[in-house]
């Protein structure tokens, strides 16, 4: 019985997350959508690449934090409370000091520094959201770790309704307005946060408990750098040897795959806390295989669905309501389905951290980098362009992906035939969808040069797509229980 209702509340949590990051997920694409519309491929681009600040500022907290969101949800097996208390104190305060003094640091290199003003102005309102985020990740982090979802949940509704919202400054204040939206979003689901949960921190330093969260989270914040220089290298090799309107229009892969990054997001941040607190009972691997096999697997037929449907509907979208953006479809439509290859081993990024094999967890992930680098680079010089740097993010990523399952397998002791089993579930409702796509495409074509073909182009498309793919939709909600979804229906009521 104890099993059934823990298998309840996790579905519950990610049911709940889920909605809520599709809701940011569809504001961050109005928002992104308006912004690459009314701003241009130029100046999108330079806030794609200024933002990559945001993206690695995360190395000057040494891993304290990612140190706090493993190391809590163990002691909470353990039932160590007091020692829980010492680490919130300590992580605020170490963190809050280091984001104000980086915060001055690149406030004050904008006026130093030579690039456009639209430059000058982002690293500006960038130190501002620095500040901001800090808050918001501390909060955000401590929340995962005692799996309050519910209110991250709204969270991340605050946000979606939010960058959504400022599309209409992006109209009236161009980059300004785009800037001022980001950051006055992110401010108010930073106050809904804190007022929600009131957490206290009491400043008092523990020396060594900051040195034991650092090296345990050490190698985990340098795991979360590498992520993002592992999806973010493609685009310093655009900046760097193209230029910021290549990327902007780059950047369009990314955008038409956001719906599928938050489901994954969701699914593995609620699963950590929860695989950390059965590690921490038990301290037996095979306890937790389930919790990274299983969720996997659902995963991927939900995903793969999604993914298809994206595929299908991504020309005509940009043709039409992107024409400046054409020039990125082809980039776009290689990397919504290999993106997927990235996402789909968070579960088993879990394990890894969880198991504390952190730095076997990087080696994977830094492998992946270099081959990321390395193939971008060629292609780039035999003159393929973006194109040729999603081909090599594409094969970066199914080389990250198969290295960490083969070594989930291994280290879960499972028989080289279940391991092979657990490739094809995952593998075949992707290889599926990608063949009813092609064929789809192939097959049914419609004139789409005004909106009323455009319309009719993709609801009967969509339509077939959705009919030929139903089987991966009943499949998903067998695994995870029809009545399940009572709990999403309810908690909105």
């Not at 309102?125 to 005692?146: A, C, D």
């Not at 930073?190 to 008092?204: E, H, N, Q």
């Not at 290999?338 to 504390?356: I, Q």
Request: glycine residues 8%; proline residues 2%.
């Amino acid at each position: 019985m104890e099993i059934k209702s823990l298998k309840d509340q996790i579905i519950s949590h990610i049911l709940k997350f889920s909605f809520g990051v599709t809701i940011s997920g569809i504001g961050q694409f109005v928002n992104q959508y308006f912004a690459a519309l009314l701003l241009g491929p130029a100046t999108f681009g330079i806030w794609q690449g200024a933002q990559l600040i945001l993206s690695y500022a995360g190395i000057a907290n040494l891993g304290s934090m990612e140190g706090m969101h493993r190391e809590i949800p163990i002691l909470n097996g353990k039932k160590e409370n007091e020692k829980i208390s010492e680490i919130k104190n300590t992580v605020f305060i170490y963190n809050f000091i280091t984001t104000v003094l980086l915060c001055l640091l690149i406030f004050a290199a904008t006026f130093f520094i030579k690039g456009s003003p639209q430059l000058i102005l982002s690293l500006r309102f960038i130190s501002l959201i620095l500040f901001i985020q800090f808050f918001r990740s501390f909060m955000e982090t401590w929340l995962k770790s005692n799996n309050f979802f519910d209110v991250i949940s709204k969270l991340s509704i605050i946000d979606g309704v939010g960058l959504a919202l400022s599309a209409v400054l992006i109209y009236f204040f161009s980059f300004v307005g785009f800037l001022a939206g980001c950051t006055l979003t992110l401010f108010i689901s930073t106050a809904y946060a804190f007022l929600s949960t009131r957490i206290l921190v009491t400043p008092k330093w523990n020396g060594k408990i900051f040195k034991e969260l650092v090296l345990i989270g050490f190698p985990i914040m340098v795991i979360g750098i590498s992520q993002a220089l592992f999806q973010t290298v493609d685009r310093m090799l655009i900046l760097k040897f193209l230029d910021a309107k290549s990327l902007g229009i780059y950047s369009i892969s990314w955008m038409a795959f956001l719906p599928v990054v938050y489901i994954f997001y969701a699914a593995t941040s609620v699963m950590f806390p929860r695989t950390g607190e059965k590690f921490g009972a038990t301290m037996k691997e095979e306890d937790i295989k389930n919790y990274i096999v299983t969720p996997t697997k659902i995963l991927s037929l939900l995903s793969a669905v999604i993914i298809g449907a994206i595929y299908i509907v991504l020309p005509a979208v940009i043709g039409f309501f992107l024409p400046a953006y054409v020039a990125g479809l082809g980039a776009a439509r290689i990397m919504i389905f290999t993106l997927f290859f990235f996402n789909a081993v968070g579960m088993v990024g879990n394990f890894f951290l969880v198991t504390n094999r952190q730095y076997l967890y990087l080696g994977c992930l830094l492998s992946g980098v270099v081959i990321n680098l390395i193939l971008g680079y060629i292609f780039l010089k035999l003159g393929l362009g973006i194109v040729g740097v999603a081909i090599g993010a594409s094969i970066s990523y199914f080389f990250f992906f198969s290295v960490m399952i083969i070594l989930l397998i291994y280290y879960c002791k499972e028989k080289i035939k279940e391991g092979l089993k657990l490739v094809a579930e995952i593998m075949l409702p992707l290889i599926y969808v990608l063949l009813v796509s092609l064929l789809i495409e192939k097959f049914i074509v419609i004139d789409g040069s005004n909106i009323l073909g455009l319309a009719k182009d993709i609801i009967v498309k969509e339509l077939v797509f959705l009919a030929l793919s139903s089987w991966l939709g009943y499949l998903f909600l067998k695994k995870i229980g029809f009545k399940k979804l009572k709990l999403l229906l309810l908690w909105i009521k």
